[in-house]
């Protein structure tokens, strides 16, 4: 009998987790729907989300609950029903625990803050929004955070409470360049310079407009544009400007017409009906301030009735409606002293104050336990580290003595191994050009010359054909005789290095139109032929790229030698190159890099689009020639 007990409670659980998990794809099915569905009928969506939420209840299904509260408190707030908006946003967050997404119930608290922040209730606006402080602040979303300072500054300018108005339009800006930001930062900026207007710091309030004119062309924002043309014309208003105020205002109230934001507009034609009333254009300003106060009263918000009560009550006075004027009268001072209220002031701020004072010493104490954390551990540590503090002192100084002369061995190998590899390619080098040399002395020479020879005989023939045929060839032999020099020079085997590298200029300047000056300072300095041979071929190479690449009209050689140290410059005034560009570091310069590392020398090189200096700089007792 136990057993078969326990089989239908087995049963009936199974059936109902199986039930309640049909009902639950089901209200997620729902959801998408009536997201899709709220966009074109707002109405058709209110009843699926009725339907969501009664389904969740039933199912204890607190997800679905929260969604469902807070998809009707968006469809409200998009209408501009705050009070009901309000009333649904604070069911979700009843049901907040269910949500994991911190950063979704922060977006909720600030929703929430915002209705109430346009019905004008500023301690619920300031609850709501310390608490979305807090949830963005855990989630590091600083592009909200910065968003919830905004309109918290919006909230103390409201107060007339401006030096806290300041403090958090000073913070969104600051926290808005550093993510980046150019709506947020204009956003901010815009708010920044209302404060300074409002605070007589016309000056510091036009500085901002500017800032928000020249960043606003890439955002192309009409509502950007509103804000900036609406503050321009609070500010023409401030300077007694009336004609640019109404100018700037009417441009305001253009980019508004497409704007679905009923406190806006409600906002707006209050402030349009005061510059009218300014300019004693009583119709139109009454036509406005009326427009204002019935958007007002649709949306139930009591801060905004206060924007055109008074001039509204002014009006019917100065036409003698007393009785409408005592009306208007009356409703303002009753709102202006339940929302502006030194109370209402007092709780705010002492909110504000609270939080920032909680926030501070959970700070501190979150300090103070990483530090008690920090210094137990450091105890434990001490004591372990001086033991092995001593032990791996005795080992590096072992360890240190034999590494010192591993390290020493490996770099003599290393050097040694370079220098052989250099040696062996310029060596190669050297052979090659000697070989190349020979044969075009020998060979191709030879050949032109025996040519030259047999065409000689047929000048009797008087054939000018012939004459042109032996002026080129000896043209041809100077120039075989010319790279056969350049390959191997006699100079450099005749004579030392100095007398090598100016018969060299010499040359170079009589073939070559650029201008080649050479120029010796100081003492002879006696270095191996080897060594001769390599720095001739640098110098040799960077006289050859000058005149191949830098399309300079002069190129300066000079040799310095003193205290066995000898300094080559090579200069020319030509396009420079980038140095930089791996595509311009060919053959010839890896060549001079080789030599370079050969020499044991220094090399600087300077290039621009003024010309090309390149410095060598050899110790002469560094050279290895071993």
């Known amino acids: 009998m136990k057993v078969k007990l326990s089989i239908l409670l087995f049963l009936f659980l199974w059936s109902f987790n199986a039930n309640a998990q049909k009902d639950t794809i089901y209200i997620n099915k729902l959801l998408k729907e009536a997201s899709k569905v709220t966009i074109k009928n707002a109405e058709k969506g209110d009843s699926i989300y009725n339907e969501i939420i009664a389904i969740s209840t039933k199912n204890k299904y607190h997800k679905g609950e929260y969604l469902a509260f807070r998809g009707l408190a968006f469809i409200n707030y998009n209408s501009s029903k705050y009070k009901k908006a309000v009333h649904y946003f604070e069911k979700a967050l009843e049901k907040e625990t269910s949500i994991k997404d911190r950063n979704h119930v922060g977006q909720t608290y600030f929703k929430l803050g915002t209705a109430n922040l346009f019905l004008g209730d500023p301690i619920k606006t300031t609850k709501a929004y310390l608490k979305t402080i807090s949830l963005f602040e855990e989630t590091k979303d600083t592009a909200n955070l910065i968003k919830v300072y905004d309109n918290f500054g919006v909230l103390y ?299 000689s005989s047929l000048l009797e023939m008087n054939n000018k054909v012939i004459k042109e045929a032996l002026i080129m060839i000896d043209d041809s032999c100077k120039q075989v005789r010319a790279i056969s020099h350049n390959l191997v020079p006699p100079s450099l085997e005749k004579f030392n290095l100095l007398e090598a590298t100016q018969e060299y200029c010499h040359n170079m300047d009589e073939v070559h139109t650029i201008k080649i000056n050479f120029q010796h300072i100081g003492e002879t300095i006696a270095i191996s032929k080897k060594t001769q041979v390599n720095i001739y071929r640098i110098i040799q190479e960077l006289i050859t790229n000058s005149i191949k690449h830098a399309k300079a009209k002069e190129i300066n050689v000079q040799m310095s030698c003193h205290d066995k140290t000898l300094q080559i410059t090579v200069e020319d005034n030509g396009v420079g190159y980038d140095q930089n560009d791996a595509k311009q570091n060919g053959i010839g310069l890896s060549n001079i890099e080789s030599r370079i590392n050969y020499l044991n020398a220094n090399l600087d090189v300077l290039s621009n689009e003024k010309g090309t200096s390149t410095t060598i700089e050899i110790d002469i007792n560094k050279i290895d020639d071993n």
């Open 157 to 455: 300018g409201n107060m007339n409470n401006y030096k806290k108005a300041e403090e958090y339009k000073i913070k969104t800006i600051n926290l808005a360049k550093k993510i980046k930001d150019t709506f947020l930062i204009v956003s901010g900026s815009l708010n920044l310079g209302t404060i300074y207007a409002q605070t007589e710091r016309l000056d510091k309030a036009y500085e901002q407009y500017m800032i928000v004119k020249s960043l606003s062309k890439t955002l192309n924002n009409d509502r950007i544009n509103h804000h900036l043309y609406k503050n321009m014309a609070r500010y023409y208003s401030e300077k007694g400007m009336m004609d640019k105020c109404l100018e700037n205002a009417l441009i305001a109230y253009a980019y508004l017409k497409d704007s679905k934001s009923k406190p806006e507009k409600a906002y707006f034609q209050a402030f349009l009906g005061t510059i009218y009333q300014e300019l004693k254009m009583y119709n139109k300003a009454e036509k406005h301030l009326l427009s204002s106060l019935n958007i007002s009263e649709e949306i139930e918000s009591e801060s905004l009735q206060l924007n055109s009560l008074n001039p509204l009550a002014e009006i019917s006075a100065s036409k003698k409606e007393y009785k409408k004027a005592y009306n208007y009268a009356r409703k303002y001072y009753t709102l202006n002293e339940k929302t502006r209220s030194e109370n209402n002031t007092k709780i705010v701020t002492d909110l504000d104050t609270k939080y920032q004072t909680e926030k501070k010493d959970k700070e501190l104490l979150q300090q103070k336990i990483q530090l008690q954390k920090k210094e137990t551990q450091y105890n434990y540590m001490t004591g372990f580290a001086i033991f092995l503090l001593i032990g791996a002192i005795l080992t590096w100084f072992l360890f240190q003595q034999r590494q010192k002369r591993k390290n020493q061995e490996i770099i003599t190998l290393k050097r040694e191994h370079q220098i052989k590899t250099l040696e062996t390619l310029i060596e190669g080098e050297e052979k090659e050009r000697y070989r190349i040399a020979k044969e075009l002395h020998d060979g191709v020479n030879g050949d032109l010359s025996a040519i030259k020879f047999k065409l």
